[in-house]
Every structure is written in C-alpha cells, then in structure tokens.
C-alpha cells in the first residue's frame, strides 16, 4: 500500500484503525491530524466513536478557521495548530494515551530508548510538557514550546504523548515505537536491571553496510510466489498480534540452495505487498529493491543449517524484556513451550552485525529460538509456520512468566519430566 497516495481523510482513519485495534487508545481519546499543502488541517472529529471511524467524519479547518465537515474539530485541535505555526517542517501530529506511555506520563518519566538500537534512531530525543487544562490554549502553547526545541516526540504530563512527523505513517511509527519501549521497559524492570546500550554501540548500528549486488529477475515460479503471499501474510499477523512493529521485524523463507526471500527494509510492515519481498539468489539482491540490513545474517544461517526453511527477527515486548536484562529465560514451562523453543540462550548485541556466522553457530537441534541482546528475538523453523509459532509461543511463555510474581515463584517442569518430553516428542 502507498500511504503516501492516500487522502488525508483516508490516512487519519487507517491509522486511527491500527491505534484502536492496536489498543493504543479508547473509544473516545486520542486525536489525529495533517496539515496539506494548501495549509488545510485535517483533523479527527469531536466525539465521534474512533472504533468505527470513517472518512467522512474527518474534519477540514480552513486556514481562514472555517470548518468543513460533518461534525466539530476535536477539541484538542488548539494544540495541533500550535505546533504546527512553531514546527513547519512538521505535517502530521499524532497524540494518544497507550497505558504504558500513560503510565510514564503520570510517573515524570520518559522511556530509555537506548535499550534497542532502532528504536532509539527511530525516536530521537524526547521531552516532557507540563501539565495544562486539555483542549485549552495553554495546553498547545505547553506543547508547541517543546516541539520548538526540536525533538519530535513529547511527553504530556499526566496525559499521554505527542508525535509529530513529516507525514502521518511517520508520526505514527514514532509513537508506535516508543510505546514498544515502554511496555518492554515496564516487563524488564519487573525482573532485573535493565541494559541499556553505550553511544558506541548505537553508533556501529547505524553504520552503513555493504549491500550486495543487484540481478534481474527473468521470471517468478510458482513456489516463489507461494512464499511471498506467506511471508506477508505472516508480517501482517504479527503486527496485529504485537510480535512486531511496523518499523521492525524481518521474514525470511528459503527457496533453494543459496535461494531465499526476504521482506525489504524502511518498509511499514503492516503495509507490506508481495512485490515489495526481496529475492536473494546466490548473493545477489533482486534489482530495485534494499533487503533487510540482517540479510547476510539469515544468508549465513540457511548456509551452515539445511534443515532450517525460514528465520524471523522480531521485537515483542514480553520476550525482549529479557533480551535487555540479564535475566535468563526459562522454557520450563508447561510442555508446549519446552517442545518448541527447547533452550534460548542470548547471543550478545556486537554478534548481530558484526559476526553473523557466529550468531548462525549459536543455533542448534537444541536451540532454535535466540534472545539477541538489546535488540531482537530470533526463531527458526522447518518452514514459515513453524518459525512463525516458536515466536508466538516465546511471547506467550514470556508474558506468563512476566505475570508469575503476582502468584509465586516458578514450579518448573523437573528433569526427569523434561526426558519424558524429549523421549516422546523430540528424540522420536
């Protein structure tokens, strides 16, 4: 999908849709807007139901302050023009109230986005507003004060944040990001200290890498274009069910010896198209289009592992709460868990680039599933589902483990159960 193509009406209601179902915000809270290039504001409507948001009840305010549409500007639509008079590179503002991004608004907090390296590049600095009446002047005045200093991102006290970007998608995806942060955050701290990563170690992240030749495509096979309908099917499933986020998360399927697909990078997940996956052919990239920056890194697991028919990389807040703390995850679950992930081990940040056949030898009969140090999960499979299930399975076994406290501590499934397991399920 090209959301640059869309009406602004079109683009407010399909981001309000991915912040509703994404439970980002209620029936009622949160606002959206974008500023066209004739100085229109669009904007969400006061009081309409945004799960059942539609087109036409976006609102246009004329830059005269005549308003078209079927019902009232939101009544949060002082500060949305605020920031824009002080930010004109700015043309979208995003604002909604995500309980872990409420939960550091009423603490006097902001989240460390040092604990992943994309989110930090994705986010940039961070401020916090004071507190104001909502819908007042002093509010937007609060607000478009911080956004002057330059950051992108603000924190509203005792109200939620603000985004803003040079088009909706990314002021979305700020603020998509930085609630992944801090619902990770709040696990992570609920179980150990949490890592952050040094200015070196971001640094090295944003380096740019070697990309690898280009080739053209004489035809696309059958098999081919199976797996690339799969890998997006799979992509969107994740973002609906918060495996991944829009700005992350990497798919890949092999296809043969040396012969692999891959979803592309600085794309939006959630908007991803078959024609947007990047076939890999004996190290070589399918013209016109950017792999992922890991693609030597699955190019180097699918050479030393023939047996593995897919890899995913993927950010979920349950399981990465232990990627940025030096907490071990236990599969020791219940049997599901232990059958699928077997043992996780972590695999330190530098690997990731740096050393991918490293990270590759760290996978093994006995360790499919990866916790890359402040920045991912990894899981392998037979093929995309099986891949695909050992992530959602890790997610899962992580959010229970993550609630345990509340109950006791963890009566892990004792050794001589786990050689039954193995004996039935996995030595078979």
Not at 145 to 161: C, D, K, R, Y
Request: some cysteine; glycine content about 8%.
């Amino acid at each position: 999908m090209n959301f640059e193509f869309l009406h602004p009406r079109e683009q407010i209601v399909a981001i309000m849709n991915r912040i509703y179902i994404g439970e980002m915000t209620t029936l009622s809270g949160g606002n959206l807007s974008v500023l066209d290039e004739h100085g229109e504001l669009w904007i969400t409507p006061a009081g309409v139901d945004k799960g059942k948001l539609t087109p036409g009840d976006i609102v246009c305010v004329k830059p005269d302050g005549s308003v078209e549409g079927a019902h009232a500007p939101s009544s949060e639509y002082p500060f949305h023009r605020a920031i824009y008079e002080k930010r004109p590179d700015l043309r979208a503002v995003v604002h909604t109230h995500p309980p872990a991004l409420v939960a550091y608004s009423i603490s006097g907090e902001i989240p460390d986005t040092h604990i992943i390296p994309q989110a930090n590049k994705i986010c940039g600095p961070i401020r916090y507003a004071p507190y104001a009446l909502p819908g007042s002047e002093k509010l937007g005045e609060n607000i478009a004060e911080t956004f002057a200093s330059g950051v992108n991102i603000v924190m509203l006290e005792n109200h939620g944040v603000a985004c803003g970007g040079e088009n909706l998608l990314e002021a979305y995806q700020r603020m998509e990001t930085l609630d992944f942060c801090a619902r990770t955050l709040i696990h992570a701290r609920g179980i150990g200290k949490v890592q952050v990563l040094s200015e070196e170690q971001l640094e090295k992240f944003t380096e740019r890498q070697h990309q690898l030749p280009e080739f053209a495509v004489g035809y696309h096979t059958t098999e081919e274009r199976e797996a690339r309908q799969q890998i997006v099917e799979i992509v969107h499933r994740a973002c609906d069910r918060h495996l991944m986020i829009s700005t992350e998360g990497v798919v890949s399927a092999r296809l043969g010896e040396e012969r692999f697909l891959i979803t592309p990078t600085g794309m939006d997940r959630r908007g991803l198209q078959i024609q947007d996956i990047v076939l890999i052919d004996h190290n070589q990239r399918e013209k016109g289009k950017i792999p992922s920056r890991s693609v030597y890194l699955h190019q180097e697991i699918y050479r030393m592992h023939p047996e593995v028919g897919s890899v995913i990389t993927a950010q979920c807040p349950n399981a990465v709460a232990y990627a940025v703390t030096p907490v071990a995850f236990d599969s020791r679950t219940i049997p599901e868990s232990y059958i699928l992930l077997r043992d996780v081990p972590k695999v330190a940040f530098d690997t990731l680039y740096g050393n991918p056949e490293g990270v590759a030898r760290s996978i093994t009969e006995r360790s499919p599933v990866l916790l890359i140090e402040n920045d991912c999960v990894l899981t392998t499979g037979r093929n995309v589902l099986q891949a695909f299930d050992r992530l959602e399975v890790l997610e899962y076994s992580a959010r229970a483990l993550l609630d345990l406290p509340r109950l006791g501590s963890l009566q892990a499934i004792d050794e001589d159960r786990i050689r039954e397991i193995e004996a039935k399920f996995l030595n078979a």
